[in-house]
């Protein structure tokens, strides 16, 4: 059965410092690797897409890197605001799955402290 | 350029009752897949529909039903609804093809069943 499993489950972290979250998965065959940010009642807003050839992708502050041998992905904040509290969740697609071929993890919850 | 939009953001239903949720794709998509997410878990996918039908389902029951219109937008119907139906139900849109492409969430609705 497809998996994602994340971790820590929840951070909390002082403004400005930084973190990095981790994200294992047995999904198979790979297609892509996802991160996504959920601000608390809100949908989640796409952070990186990794494919296998990719190992390291960012988007400003925000820096996910992808070991595709050993199933293992990292999202790694640097200089954390305020606004970075929210649950940043890892969502992986099985290849040829169709449109259920995604498997979500159950996020990391992420608070910042001033 | 309008992203997903999904109505009402908030309800409370009565178990027994019927629920009716609504979404319109961003600009260009006429993929629409909607997921439920409860407190604390990742998205569960419940189906997807293209071209006006449903492609895909999850493991959802068939009190769980859907539609697609011609201009693309989306309704989630809901019968008989149960206490464990409460959740945030979030639409997201997609282009056709590529699995690569970005999954756009919009911000869902909370249901909440009593």
Redesign the interface.
Known sequence: KNQ?EQSPQSLIILEGKNCTLQCNYTVSPF??L?W?KQDT??????LT?M?FSENTKSNGRYTATLDADTKQSSLHITASQLSDSASY?C?V?E?GG?????T????THLIIQP | DAGVTQSPTHLIKTRGQQVTLRCSPKSGHDTVSWYQQALGQGPQFIFQYYEEEERQRGNFPDRFSGHQFPNYSSELNVNALLLGDSALYLCASSLPGSSGNTIYFGEGSWLTVV
């Open positions: 994602v297609s892509n996802r996504y009642g809100r949908g989640p807003v796409s897409i494919t969740i969502v697609r290849a169709g449109a259920d071929g995604l979500f993890g159950k996020g």
